[in-house]
């Protein structure tokens, strides 16, 4: 046995979010021969949780059928900032920011950015979410938070903490039903503050649960906001692809990549009959995706638990991790964030700025 051997049997094996194999990923750090097998290191560029169990039952099966001996794997995961938008300002303490957006209100898209964002923790991420909804905020009700952040050292404020979550939002700041009567400039400057002075820490991912529309929030984002990429979120109706087509021609004209298409609401289960309907009609999603060549995420139902578990303030990763809508959820995440892990690294913040007097 010698690590080549290893190493050619594990270029057998695919790389199940990268859509190539182990060895081409670079997902194999080391390999290190003992007597009688081999521990490999597989460092991912992704929270990859559950990758990690499927690629380690595959290749003990090769391992074994090619008599190679034990194979002991370990893993680590190393997320690194990626590119963004030129000309903004990264965000101290925070990595990667993804938008999930939808130029349609309506669409399930704050039930799906929160339970993406439970995904990616379950997935072994550092994660936050902030509530970029000033208008509407709904993310202090659906994760089950009902008090004030507390002032930070030197000013700022200090995140909430909600099921492994970093959380932000206006909803803490405002009494429950006071209505946020505010023009734009105002709303956008106190979006701006809920992000530059929360003191984030050590975030992978900061995931933005955006407003609907296409208007001055959104615009402030793609101009003072460092996004690494976006998730469009929509029902497969035409006046919601409609809309969401505008939302993902907004980000590509302000130089932010849409990572993906997420179809909510796909279908009705019936669980009295079994009987399985398309109420909001079908394949919108992907039409959209293959009209511009996005990738589409997946599908998610019209489902009454999904809608109980964010009433009770314990969205569905939480409450059914093991569920099939958990799954689903958690399958999104994990490719969403491979593809920002094919992105070229941010290097800036390696590098001391030089201040002159």
């Keep these: 046995m010698t690590e080549q051997a290893i190493r050619t049997l594990l270029a057998d094996i695919p790389e199940p979010n990268m859509g190539t194999n182990l060895i081409d990923a670079g997902i194999v750090e080391s390999v290190t021969l003992l007597e009688g097998g081999a521990d490999i290191t597989l460092a991912f560029p992704y929270p990859a949780a559950s990758a990690f169990a499927d690629i380690v039952a595959a290749a003990r099966a090769k391992f074994a059928a090619a008599n190679l001996g034990e194979a002991r794997f370990s893993m680590k995961i190393a997320i690194h900032p990626r590119t963004v938008q030129g000309g903004v300002e990264r965000l101290p303490g925070v990595k990667n920011i993804i938008a999930v957006a939808s130029a349609k209100g309506g669409v399930g898209k704050s039930t799906t950015a929160a339970n993406l964002a439970l995904a990616l ?84 991912y900061l995931v933005l649960d955006m407003p609907p529309g296409t208007g001055d929030i959104q615009l402030t984002i793609a101009q003072k906001i460092p996004v690494t990429g976006a998730i469009i979120v929509t029902t497969p109706q035409e006046l919601a692809v409609a809309d969401a087509r505008r939302g993902l021609v907004m980000f590509s004209k302000v130089s932010i990549p849409t990572l993906g298409v997420v179809e909510n609401m796909s279908t009705y289960h019936c669980p009295q009959c079994g009987h399985e309907a398309a109420v909001f009609g079908s394949g919108g999603g992907e039409k959209m995706c293959a009209e511009y060549e996005v990738e589409f995420l997946g599908q998610l139902p019209l489902n009454r638990a999904i809608r109980e578990a964010a009433d009770s303030g314990a969205p569905t990763v939480i409450a059914e991790p093991d569920s099939e809508m958990a799954r689903r959820y958690r399958r999104i995440a994990v490719r969403a964030t491979a593809k920002i892990a094919e992105k070229s690294r941010d290097r800036s913040t390696a590098f001391p700025k030089i201040v002159t007097t």
């Design 121 to 204: 923790a379950r997935e072994g991420a550092s994660v936050a979410i902030l509530d970029a909804d000033i208008y509407g905020p709904s993310l202090p009700v659906m994760l089950g938070i009902d008090k004030r952040p507390q002032g930070g050292e030197g000013g700022g404020m200090e995140p909430v903490l909600a099921h492994g979550l970093q959380l932000m939002s206006i909803g803490f700041m405002v009494d429950a039903g006071q209505p946020m009567v505010w023009r734009g400039p105002i709303a956008t400057r106190a979006l701006v503050q809920l992000l530059r002075e929360t003191h984030w820490k050590n975030v992978d």
